[in-house]
């Protein structure tokens, strides 16, 4: 059996939108309404299976706050994924997506997977982002789109597995690719030394 693959993954976003509960979601399947904010940063690991193939998901929830983005800026360095994340009830973390996808552009690898993720569905009657919104925005940064629910386990599951899917696709086409790109000169002829 072949060794499995490990992807780096990031969640990134404003504080407060939930990356640190939806990653507990995704890992241990619980919520902690009282869960507190990321210093930092953290990181789990996860294992899945995507087409028969064992994935190794390594995990880093980074701090939302703008005096931590010098710090977790260097944790962009060979992320094969991010997960970027808002509130839909909280337009201003809607409003700073497109400062978290600048900072993917100057930090991240340039074929890095991102996928955008709307969180608290389960407070939908304080909805002030529309579906609609996150739709069109995940549509101008080229990624797919979900909105979700840490608390209620909505999407939750559905998000990682399809990051990591696109992800994996993304890093079996970048060993494919370097492979072709192996070349091997057999008419050089072999060099004689001199002594």
Not at 117 to 140: C, F, H, I, P
């Amino acid at each position: 059996m072949s060794q499995s693959k490990t992807l780096k993954i990031l969640i990134i976003g404003n504080s407060l939108v939930g990356k640190s509960s939806l990653l507990l979601r995704f890992c241990d399947n619980q919520f902690n309404e009282d869960l507190g904010t990321t210093i930092g940063v953290d990181f789990r690991f996860a294992t899945v299976k995507i087409n028969d193939e064992v994935v190794k998901l390594q995990i880093w929830d980074t701090a939302g706050q703008e005096r931590f983005r010098t710090i977790t800026g260097t944790y962009y360095r060979n992320a094969d994924g991010i997960m970027v994340v808002y509130d839909i009830t909280n337009k201003d973390t809607f409003d700073q997506i497109k400062l978290w996808f600048q900072e993917i552009k100057k930090n991240a690898p340039e074929n890095v997977v991102n996928i955008l993720v709307g969180n608290k569905t389960d407070l939908a009657q304080q909805r002030v982002v529309s579906y609609e919104d996150g739709q069109k925005l995940a549509k101008q940064f080229k990624c797919d789109f979900l909105e979700v629910s840490a608390k209620s386990n909505s999407n939750v599951q559905e998000s990682f597995h399809l990051l990591a899917e696109q992800t994996l696709q993304n890093f079996n086409k970048k060993k494919t690719k370097n492979r072709k790109g192996l070349k091997f000169n057999k008419d050089t002829p072999d060099k004689k030394s001199c002594c």
